[in-house]
């Protein structure tokens, strides 16, 4: 299993404050598959999200991605397991003072072993598997919402990662945008074969899953 939940818990504050918004959250992810979350605003997605992916450490349980226990990993350890996952976000964060290339570019800089004339030519690479080859040096002021959505595909994809975990890619899209944003995910993500956990509140796109689960108040109801 690519990831293995068993048992986890997460709380917000402390002391008197302390609030608990996972619950006992079992969930086993295979190589390849794509999942897709699901459940009410508030529910504790994104919180799982970003234990999955790293950005925040385990508090009680066991949580294991490619097999790097997090409950209790150091800070170094998380940044290696964040080397090799990528993330797409709802508002795609992208730097705006950076063409599509650069942004592209930015994700592969954290690997040393590549040379600078290969930085740029993986980035456009993957700008034109995304259908971005006349965007390449546009900023983000001058793209389109669907269009800053897929460089942020193309820069979580670059680096062939293991895992990608999207938080709601398609929320600020129209339908037919978000339709091709998933599809171009779900292609890409085979050609690489690496696994998606994609959260959203967009049943339009639920068919792409090979499996859905549904978080409701920190608790996993099916998976």
Same mark, same amino acid.
């Given at each position: 299993?690519?990831?293995?939940?068993?048992?986890?818990?997460?709380?917000?504050?402390?002391?008197?404050?302390?609030?608990?918004?996972?619950?006992? =959250?079992?969930?086993?992810?295979?190589?390849?598959?794509? @999942?897709?979350?699901?459940?009410? %605003?508030? &529910? +504790?997605?994104?919180?799982?999200?970003?234990?999955?992916?790293?950005?925040?450490?385990?508090?009680?349980?066991?949580?294991?991605?490619?097999?790097?226990?997090?409950?209790?990993?150091?800070?170094?350890?998380?940044?290696?397991?964040?080397?090799?996952?990528?993330?797409?976000?709802?508002?795609?964060?992208?730097?705006?003072?950076?063409?599509?290339?650069?942004?592209?570019?930015?994700?592969?800089?954290?690997?040393?072993?590549?040379?600078?004339?290969?930085?740029?030519?993986?980035?456009?690479? =993957?700008?034109?598997?995304?259908?971005?080859?006349?965007? @390449?040096?546009?900023?983000?002021? %001058?793209? &389109? +919402?669907?269009?800053?959505?897929?460089?942020?595909?193309?820069?979580?994809?670059?680096?062939?990662?293991?895992?990608?975990?999207?938080?709601?890619?398609?929320?600020?899209?129209?339908?037919?945008?978000?339709?091709?944003?998933?599809?171009?995910?779900?292609?890409?993500?085979?050609?690489?074969?690496?696994?998606?956990?994609?959260?959203?509140?967009?049943?339009?796109?639920?068919?792409?899953?090979?499996?859905?689960?549904?978080?409701?108040?920190?608790?996993?109801?099916?998976?």
């Amino acid at each position: 299993m690519i990831i293995s939940i068993d048992n986890l818990n997460h709380y917000f504050g402390a002391g008197a404050l302390r609030k608990q918004v996972l619950f006992d =959250i079992n969930l086993e992810i295979k190589t390849g598959e794509i @999942v897709i979350m699901t459940g009410p %605003s508030g &529910s +504790g997605k994104t919180t799982l999200l970003t234990l999955m992916g790293g950005l925040r450490s385990a508090q009680a349980g066991s949580l294991k991605i490619l097999k790097q226990e997090i409950y209790n990993a150091s800070k170094r350890q998380l940044t290696q397991l964040r080397r090799q996952i990528g993330y797409i976000f709802q508002a795609h964060n992208l730097m705006t003072f950076l063409t599509a290339k650069e942004n592209v570019r930015m994700s592969l800089e954290l690997h040393n072993e590549i040379s600078d004339r290969d930085l740029d030519n993986k980035a456009i690479a =993957i700008l034109e598997k995304v259908g971005l080859e006349n965007r @390449v040096d546009y900023y983000p002021e %001058s793209l &389109s +919402g669907g269009q800053k959505q897929r460089v942020a595909i193309a820069r979580a994809l670059v680096s062939n990662p293991k895992i990608v975990l999207a938080d709601e890619p398609t929320a600020a899209l129209d339908k037919k945008s978000g339709r091709d944003v998933v599809e171009l995910m779900q292609q890409l993500a085979k050609e690489q074969g690496c696994t998606i956990l994609l959260v959203t509140h967009d049943n339009r796109i639920l068919d792409i899953a090979d499996r859905l689960v549904y978080l409701e108040d920190g608790r996993l109801i099916q998976n």
